[in-house]
Nanobody
Framework: QVQLQESGPGLVKPSQTLSLTCTVS??????????WSWIRRPPGKGLEWMGA???????YYSPSLKSRTSISRDTSKNHFTLQLRSVTPEDTAVYYC?????????????WGQGTQVTVSS
């Protein structure tokens, strides 16, 4: 049973970079054919897929966030990370990592519990 756990600061100042890590246990992030995804839910809104890193290491991003987002991985630690640059209060959300069979947040069978990130000075 794969388990995912998000970690990172809960408060980030505007214009700074938000960095989160998703640590995976019970399975390898290099296993065919999964997409390891970042998804967020702003307050009062629906889920928003941000991007993913595939088992191969290829990265995919939401067009609306592509200019500010980077996803990378450390296979030796079996974790992947999200960096979101130049944050604003509109980036306040619960951030989830997930293991998905398809892109855009579809067919995600395993999720982390989520971590609240607030952007505020």
């Amino acid at each position: 049973q794969v388990q995912l756990q998000e970690s990172g600061p809960g408060l980030v100042k505007p214009s700074q970079t938000l960095s989160l890590t998703c640590t995976v246990s019970g399975g390898s992030i290099t296993t065919n054919y999964y997409y390891w995804s970042w998804i967020r839910r702003p307050p009062g809104k629906g889920l928003e897929w941000m991007g993913a890193i595939a088992y191969s290491g290829s990265t995919y991003y939401s067009p609306s966030l592509k200019s500010r987002t980077s996803i990378s991985r450390d296979t030796s630690k079996n974790h992947f990370t999200l960096q979101l640059r130049s944050v604003t209060p509109e980036d306040t959300a619960v951030y989830y990592c997930a293991k998905c069979l398809r892109l855009a947040g579809n067919d995600c069978g395993s999720w982390g519990q989520g971590t609240q990130v607030t952007v505020s000075s």
